[in-house]
């Protein structure tokens, strides 16, 4: 790989030009590790070099490709993913997470490749009042349960001592893309609705403590131990969003019944949208991890004045 030198550690991204991947590359090469993007397209190398990364083109779904990929490395994340509404749907999505990760254990297996890190997602936990951890009760829908199978493989994986595998659940993760750009815009247009007003907690971090926190995970992660990403401080739906609208001079969004939602957006979707969900950071915390956003709006504050006619992210 071009700009490889001895003596420095290596690590692979799967996912790495997608919306967490390069947070996960930027963390990674800032802590002295030398990293290479998988991407499945060329013209996305960029993304990864931007981010200080070496890119390597091809599919986790392609074995041939990954056991190259990862060759030579100390550590591998998943965060590649799929829109789950493209033209193949959950399908796909499920194959890039669950058969993406068994692909990428067996070629950690075959080049000895010490520890696998794994993102999941905080959704997978069930509504539930009171402070979420990392033993409380799951109930994984939708898409959410994509992430939860992917977890079963690698967890499994690690009970049976081959890898090392850690799991890492971020929260609500805020930056210029994925479900957040548009949630913005929805707000600048005035078409965004809670649902039943919005009162239920959330919790959240910021798309740059998401990369550090899976660098820190990597780095002092227990093996087989899952981790919540989040920044610690839940907060009502509709306080993330009344702010939103505050910073950008807008009114504040309205509501809908959980009926009109179900209609809308479908049961799983409107399911999520309304669940509680407030989050320990406790756990990560305890590797020495903290976020450098305390809460979403010293995050937002930095982030909404950079969102306004900057590219989509992804």
Same mark, same amino acid.
């Not at 829908?141 to 890898?163: H, I, K, Q």
């Given at each position: 790989m071009n700009g490889e030198g001895p003596g420095r550690r290596h690590a692979l991204v799967?996912?790495? #030009?997608?919306? @967490?991947?390069?947070?996960?590359?930027? #963390?990674?090469?800032?802590?002295?590790?030398?990293?290479?993007? @998988?991407?499945?397209?060329?013209?996305?190398?960029?993304?990864? *070099?931007e981010a200080g990364g070496v890119a390597v083109v091809g599919s986790v779904l392609d074995p041939s490709a990954v056991d190259a990929a990862v060759r030579g490395c100390d550590l591998v994340v998943h965060v590649a993913a799929a829109n789950p509404s493209g033209p193949e749907g959950l399908s796909l999505a499920e194959r890039v997470r669950v058969d993406?990760?068994?692909?990428? @254990?067996?070629?950690?297996? #075959?080049?000895?490749? !010490?520890?696998?890190?794994?993102?999941?997602?905080?959704?997978?936990?069930a509504d539930q009042p009171g402070t979420i951890t990392e033993e409380s009760a799951v109930d994984? !829908?939708? *898409?959410?349960?994509? &992430?939860?199978?992917?977890?079963?493989?690698?967890?499994?994986?690690?009970?049976?001592?081959?890898?090392?595998?850690?799991?890492?659940?971020?929260?609500?993760?805020?930056? &210029?893309g994925s479900w957040f750009r548009p949630v913005v815009e929805a707000i600048q247009e005035g078409s965004y609705r809670y649902v039943e007003g919005g009162s239920n907690p959330w919790s959240f971090?910021? @798309? *740059?403590?998401?990369?550090?926190?899976? #660098?820190?995970?990597?780095e002092n992660g227990q093996s087989g131990e899952v981790y919540n990403l989040v920044d610690g401080r839940p907060a009502p739906w509709r306080e993330f969003g009344d702010f939103i609208a505050e910073r950008l001079s807008r009114p504040s969004p309205s509501s809908i019944s959980m009926a009109d939602a179900v209609t809308g957006y479908g049961p799983d979707v409107a399911h999520h949208l309304h669940a509680r969900r407030a989050c320990s950071s406790a756990k990560i915390e305890k590797l020495g991890w903290k976020p450098r956003w305390p809460d979403f709006r010293a995050g937002l504050s930095e982030l909404l004045p950079k969102i306004d006619g900057s590219p989509r992210g992804r």
């Open positions: 799967a996912g790495a #030009a997608g919306y @967490l991947g390069g947070s996960v590359v930027r #963390a990674l090469t800032r802590g002295g590790w030398q990293v290479r993007g @998988l991407v499945r397209r060329p013209e996305s190398s960029r993304r990864v *070099e993406g990760c068994r692909n990428l @254990l067996h070629a950690c297996r #075959a080049s000895g490749v !010490r520890r696998l890190v794994v993102g999941s997602g905080y959704w997978v936990y994984p !829908r939708g *898409e959410s349960f994509v &992430n939860w199978r992917t977890e079963r493989v690698a967890l499994d994986a690690e009970l049976r001592g081959s890898v090392e595998t850690v799991v890492v659940r971020p929260g609500m993760v805020y930056g &210029n971090v910021s @798309l *740059e403590d998401t990369g550090t926190g899976f #660098a820190r995970v990597a």
